[in-house]
């Protein structure tokens, strides 16, 4: 079955991201030499989850109170609330209040401070 591989996050100011995204969740980005597109790591090879890249937007932002209709990529976070706090912090907005999922954990979702939507998930700690 094929799954998802990569991720891409348009940017209309692409240094204004690369710094929300490594303040906010310590990834890192290196600039190809060839063309304006940056790799992004969001972890060690070991580690679950995938990798990204980050690429100029052609046209502007998307539009405020647009409804969801397009692909959310979700992370995986600890400390919830604090990173709902850096990203006001760090000129990002919250598109969508925390809320319990029962059974797995709290969700929240942002938008970045160039507009791009983002779920932050924070799972539930098993009970022993």
Same mark, same amino acid.
């Given at each position: +079955?094929?799954?998802?591989?990569?991720?891409?996050?348009?940017?209309?100011?692409?240094?204004?991201?690369?710094?929300?995204?490594? =303040?906010?969740? #310590?990834?890192?980005?290196?600039?190809?030499?060839?063309?304006?597109?940056?790799?992004?790591?969001?972890?060690?090879?070991? =580690?679950? $989850?995938?990798?990204? $890249?980050?690429?100029?937007?052609?046209? $502007?932002?998307?539009?405020? +109170?647009?409804?969801?209709?397009?692909?959310?990529?979700? /992370? =995986? /976070?600890?400390?919830?609330?604090?990173?709902?706090?850096?990203?006001?912090?760090? #000129?990002?907005?919250?598109?969508?209040?925390?809320?319990?999922?029962? #059974? +797995? #954990?709290? /969700?929240?979702?942002?938008?970045?401070?160039?507009?791009?939507?983002?779920?932050?998930?924070?799972?539930?700690?098993?009970?022993?």
């Amino acid at each position: +079955m094929p799954k998802i591989t990569r991720f891409e996050i348009h940017a209309t100011r692409p240094a204004q991201l690369i710094d929300f995204y490594t =303040e906010l969740l #310590g990834w890192s980005f290196q600039k190809l030499e060839f063309m304006d597109y940056w790799i992004i790591t969001t972890g060690s090879a070991e =580690e679950a $989850g995938m990798g990204g $890249g980050l690429l100029p937007r052609r046209g $502007g932002p998307p539009l405020e +109170m647009q409804s969801v209709n397009s692909f959310i990529c979700t /992370v =995986e /976070v600890e400390g919830l609330d604090a990173l709902v706090e850096k990203t006001l912090v760090l #000129g990002g907005v919250i598109a969508l209040p925390q809320m319990d999922i029962p #059974g +797995m #954990g709290r /969700v929240a979702y942002i938008k970045d401070s160039d507009g791009n939507l983002l779920g932050l998930l924070e799972l539930e700690k098993p009970t022993i």
